[in-house]
């Protein structure tokens, strides 16, 4: 069974830092590009960012570029997120997706995904 698993979301100050991990089971993630997305209490799921496969294409939505890094080890199956200088704009469920297609913008995108780990901004 196809499985990506998040963790690493909590409560934190505007200004803090905060790594989020994204782990597969069930399948080899290094042939798979990576997306976060993440969802904002009432909005729909945006997304934030993706990594390609072995990694060489990186991209950021406009309000996190500075701010966020996306990396991966292909060695733990994990796709890391790092979230610094936080604001309470970055609140909201993140979610991971994988593809063999490589890197989207769209959540049709990404056939499997993660339940999600919640973000709070807040002081």
């Known amino acids: 069974q196809l499985q990506l698993v998040e963790s690493g ?6 200004g803090e830092s ?19 997305f993440r969802r904002a209490p009432g909005r729909g799921r945006e997304w934030v960012s993706c990594i390609g496969s072995p990694g060489g294409f990186i991209d950021y939505t ?4 500075g ?28 979610y991971c997706a994988s593809a063999l297609l490589g890197c989207g913008e769209d ?6 995904w993660g339940q999600g780990t919640q973000v709070t901004v807040s002081s």
Do not use: M
Request: hydrophobic share 35%.
């Open 9 to 14: 979301g909590s409560v934190v100050e505007p």
């Open 18 to 36: 905060l790594r989020l991990s994204c782990t597969a089971s069930g399948f080899t993630l290094s042939y798979y590009a990576v997306a976060w």
């Open 62 to 65: 406009e309000s996190v570029k």
């Open 67 to 94: 701010r966020f890094t996306i990396s991966r080890d292909d060695a733990k199956d994990t796709v890391y997120l790092d979230l610094n200088d936080l604001v309470p704009e970055d609140t909201g469920v993140y």
């Open 107 to 112: 959540e049709t995108d990404f056939p499997t």
